[in-house]
């Protein structure tokens, strides 16, 4: 077969004939049958020509490529430039990873560099994505702690259990249930003993909420005993008059008060009442109740002396009744209880039946 340059024929006067190289330039690719100006393929592809080194316009090893993969065409010197800067770190100048020759086409080339230019772009939104996550994930967990600091009681506002326990079985107010945290925090001494009497008088409580707060108003201005032993008197009337133990709770806090505030002189006199007025009552737990309560209440200095109503009961020889009614005028009348005591005389010395005649008169309008 001619060589190209021979099949190609020359113009009049010597001049290359169309489709001829120019002087000095080298000479055209060879292609494929019938498909003239078509790059070589590689050795061993069907219908390449073999690779002839040293062939004109041919070179049998393209730099930085794999021999045999010549006649490659070089790429312009912008193109080849680009190629370099969008090439990964680490690989070499006119190597593509796994040693592949990059020359071998420049519009796959191109077509790979949008390629690892667009995973460079995804790698990128990756780790601003994770960089967007953890700014999100930091937001929300320092929202978290700054909303739990808030809602988080402090420990100074942190509600007793024990105090709670108690509010939850009275089922007492919020706010009560506060202010009794704060009262009793300045009563670390006497919370047990505390706690024991608040739940023994608001048992019997018709409203405990409300009779909480008294107790309240009772620790806060030092009043308040809480459950304590019983006093050895105390225990001889309980015995005497079948007191039940909440009653003798009541006398033992009144027997306290009185020695806390050095007033013996006071509690003696209070129980030698007490007991007198026992004795002419038909319910000596109510009664015992009411009484003790008016004196821890404030309600009444003391009691009113039973002692001349006693010498009108033996005179008359009441009965029971009779001197029930007698000892209700007396402590309702406590402050003219001596005129009252001359007025019943006069009633008592005038009629046939003392007892009946006493029990039928007004308290009010004696």
């Known amino acids: 077969m001619q060589p190209m ?16 190289p120019a002087p000095g330039a080298p000479g055209p690719m060879m ?39 010549g006649g490659m065409m070089m790429p312009p010197p912008g193109m080849q430039q ?68 808030v809602e988080l009681p402090d420990d100074d506002e942190a509600i007793d259990p024990e105090i709670q326990e108690l509010c939850d079985y009275f ?11 704060e009262t009793m925090k300045k009563r670390q001494d006497t919370k047990a003993e505390d706690i024991e009497k608040l739940y023994e008088t608001l048992e019997r409580a018709r409203s405990p909420t409300g009779l ?6 009772e620790m806060e201005s030092g009043r308040f005993i809480g459950k304590v032993k019983p006093d050895k008197e105390v225990e001889r009337l309980a015995r005497k008059f079948k007191l039940d133990d909440p009653v003798a709770s009541r006398f033992t806090e009144l027997i306290h008060r009185r020695k806390k505030d050095n007033e013996i ?16 009552c038909k319910r000596a737990n109510a009664m015992a109740t009411l009484l003790v309560g008016k004196l821890l209440e404030g309600e009444v200095d003391e009691l009113p002396d039973l002692s001349d109503a006693e010498k009108v ?12 009614k007698l000892r209700e005028i ?15 005389k006069k009633h008592l010395d005038n009629c046939a039946n003392p007892s009946s005649m006493l029990c039928h008169l007004p308290v009010n309008h004696i």
């Open 265 to 280: 002189d006071r509690m003696h006199k209070d129980l030698n009442t007490i007991e007198q007025h026992l004795k002419y």
């Open 212 to 217: 909480l707060t008294v107790k309240i108003g």
């Open 5 to 20: 340059n021979a099949m190609v024929p020359a113009s009049p006067g010597g001049a290359p004939g169309p489709g001829a």
């Open 171 to 181: 089922n007492i107010e919020d706010r009560w249930i506060k202010r009794l945290n």
């Open 82 to 149: 680009g190629m370099q800067q969008g090439m990964p770190q680490g690989m070499q100048p006119g190597m593509m990873q796994g040693g592949m020759n990059p020359m071998m086409n420049p519009m796959m080339f191109m077509m790979m560099q949008q390629q690892m230019q667009q995973m460079q772009q995804m790698q990128q939104n990756m780790r601003h994505g994770q960089l967007t996550q953890t700014m999100m994930k930091n937001a929300m967990s320092g929202s978290s702690e700054s909303k739990s600091g």
């Open 31 to 69: 292609g494929m049958p019938s498909m003239p100006g078509m790059m070589m393929g590689a050795p061993g592809a069907p219908g390449a020509r073999p690779m002839t080194p040293g062939a004109p316009g041919m070179n049998g090893t393209a730099p930085g490529g794999m021999q045999g993969m």
């Open 330 to 344: 007396i402590e309702k009348r406590a402050e003219d209880k001596d005129e009252i005591l001359v007025k019943i």
């Open 313 to 324: 009961m033996e005179k008359y020889r009441l009965d029971d009744d009779a001197k029930s």
